[in-house]
């Protein structure tokens, strides 16, 4: 197929405009959450490998983490195990445990592994219990009402937290030219599985990676202000004022807290971008203009 003088122009163009950007993130590491929208429809998971397969291609080191709740809730249905919800995380008994492994562990992570493989890349799927990567202790919380004499501890079950990140295993692949593509399944001290909010799975791997940047695929165009536009170029005292100001409420919240985390614990920025865009990576990556909403510690820094 031959271009014509405009599009080559604009092929040209494109190019131009992300060769600083290779230049600048060549060698870097880049934690990316891969979830939403972007894993269930077909043109966006194809987008999203061939993505990942340039990154590593320029030099850049990917490492995909990925969530999987929606393919859990439909195993459970399908094998008649009731889920239940507590301050929007599934209380996960041994039964849905063992889904939770089979779903995130095995489906879906074999098959975001082929897809990247198919699209000309080389990954590797692990979850956090190989090589005792992700080192998980048990997550509870407390439920308090004015009726209550003493705050109420509710155990959620095989629900964790990242106590510990073995990076060995991260650099032992990355150094081999791998992609890893990571389950958020954690190991407890006894030997149990926890089952592992995928943002915050990632916010830890880019924080003791000390990553050049964090990326949250999401199913929104982004963190908006009161009138529904997009904010970009934010400081992290800036999304503290919106915070507090009640602009970033309900469940945008946890992700929006994770992606400060990252970036006040060394990442140098965090993104929160539109996972229904085709190419949503490499725009937020090798754009000015961006697909999402960028945080770091400076302003306006890309």
């Known amino acids: 197929m031959s271009l014509t003088r405009d599009s080559a122009m604009n092929i040209a163009n494109v190019l131009t405009e992300a060769l600083p950007y290779i230049q600048r993130f060549t060698g870097k ?17 194809n987008s999203f490998a061939r993505d ?13 983490v990925h969530g999987g709740g929606p393919q859990i809730g439909e195993l459970l249905q399908k ?28 489906t879906v ?28 202790r048990k997550l509870s919380f407390t ?15 095989h629900v964790g937290e990242v106590s510990s990140v073995n990076t060995s295993v991260i650099d032992m692949l990355i150094n081999s030219d791998f992609i890893p593509v990571i389950a958020p399944i954690g190991v407890g001290e006894d030997g149990a599985s926890y089952n592992i909010n995928a943002d915050l799975v990632a916010g830890k791997i880019a924080e003791v990676l000390r990553a050049e940047k964090l990326m949250l695929l999401t199913n929104v165009a982004g963190l908006q202000d009161k009138q529904g536009k997009v904010l970009t170029g934010l400081t992290t005292a800036q999304v503290d004022e ?5 602009t970033i409420y309900g469940g945008m919240l ?4 994770c992606a400060l985390d990252a970036v006040k614990c060394g990442v140098n920025s965090a993104h929160i971008i539109d996972g229904r865009v ?16 960028l945080i770091t510690n400076s302003k306006n820094k890309k």
């Open 29 to 45: 590491t880049i934690v990316i959450k891969f979830g939403g929208n972007a894993m269930i429809d077909e043109a966006l998971q």
């Open 52 to 64: 990942i397969v340039l990154m590593k291609l320029v030099g850049m080191n990917p490492i995909v």
């Open 79 to 106: 094998l008649d195990i009731k889920s239940e919800f507590i301050n929007g995380m599934r209380v996960t008994d041994s039964a849905t445990m063992d889904v939770v492994e089979m779903v995130l562990g095995g």
């Open 109 to 136: 992570n074999k098959q975001i592994v082929s897809l990247i493989n198919r699209n000309g890349g080389q990954a590797i799927g692990i979850t956090g219990k190989d090589g005792q990567l992700i080192r998980a």
């Open 143 to 157: 439920r308090k009402s004015p009726e209550m004499l003493e705050p109420e501890i509710i155990d959620i079950g």
């Open 242 to 246: 919106l915070i507090a100001d009640g």
């Open 254 to 257: 946890p992700k929006i807290d």
């Open 278 to 293: 085709e190419h949503a990576v490499l725009l937020e990556i090798f754009t000015d203009a961006g697909v999402g909403t």
